[in-house]
T-cell receptor, first 113, second 112 residues
Framework: GAGVSQTPSNKVTEKGKYVELRCDPI?????LYWYRQSLGQGPEFLIY????????DSGLPNDRFFAVRPEGSVSTLKIQRTERGDSAVYLC???????????FGSGTRLTVV | GEDVEQSLFLSVREGDSSVINCTYT??????LYWYKQEPGAGLQLLTY?????DMKQDQRLTVLLNKKDKHLSLRIADTQTGDSAIYFC????????????FGTGTRLKVLA
């Protein structure tokens, strides 16, 4: 596609439920990133994929968060046992080679009630 | 640890210049970026500067980098109402993963 696509754009879930957020990067981009943006804050790094492998997952807050990119294109961020503090906008970005600036998607707004 | 700081708000009149400032901490950053975020939208890359440069100009945008003071600024000439948005600076952490540390953003309001 022409840009980074994220689905759904909005997700409301109950505390304790499991959610999956999807990212479809720009075709051919090998680097893929997930960030989380809380209200009034800048984005915070979660995880970086180079191809199929997670090259850096140091930003994942705890083991309830997990992400995959099995074929080196689409990525899914998975959150288990959601908590109200997980409410934020989850942003995905991709780039052809890791630097010179990424292209961000519009994000998924997750609300845990 | 790494930290990027920005002032929270800036208000200017249409046609004036805007200057948004940013300070960062990682002296080994290779690239520094400016992103724009409009309401309900993702972040749009505006421009970036390599750390061995002092200045970069791109149409109405001028980026100044003072590496000694770890200070970055974005000047928008002839500011328009369409420039109203939140502006984030970010530094690229040279750890091999190209992750960025973002500031908290500066909300620019352009008055007609």
């Amino acid at each position: 596609g022409a840009g980074v696509s994220q689905t759904p754009s909005n997700k409301v879930t109950e505390k304790g439920k499991y959610v999956e957020l999807r990212c479809d990067p720009i075709s051919g981009h090998t680097a893929l990133y997930w960030y989380r943006q809380s209200l009034g804050q800048g984005p915070e790094f979660l995880i970086y994929f180079q191809g199929t492998g997670a090259a850096d997952d140091s930003g994942l807050p705890n083991d309830r968060f997990f992400a995959v990119r099995p074929e080196g294109s689409v990525s899914t961020l998975k959150i288990q046992r959601t908590e109200r503090g997980d409410s934020a906008v989850y942003l995905c970005a991709s780039s052809p080679d890791g630097d010179y600036g990424y292209t961000f998607g519009s994000g998924t707004r997750l609300t845990v009630v | 640890g790494e930290d990027v700081e920005q002032s929270l708000f800036l208000s200017v009149r249409e046609g004036d210049s805007s200057v948004i400032n940013c300070t960062y901490t990682d002296s080994s950053s290779t690239y520094l970026y400016w992103y724009k975020q409009e309401p309900g939208a993702g972040l749009q890359l505006l421009t970036y500067i390599f750390s061995n440069m002092d200045m970069k100009q791109d149409q109405r945008l001028t980026v100044l980098l003072n590496k000694k003071d770890k200070h970055l600024s974005l000047r928008i000439a002839d500011t328009q109402t369409g420039d109203s948005a939140i502006y984030f600076c970010a530094e690229s952490i040279t750890s091999g993963t190209y992750k960025y540390i973002f500031g908290t953003g500066t909300r620019l309001k352009v008055l007609a």
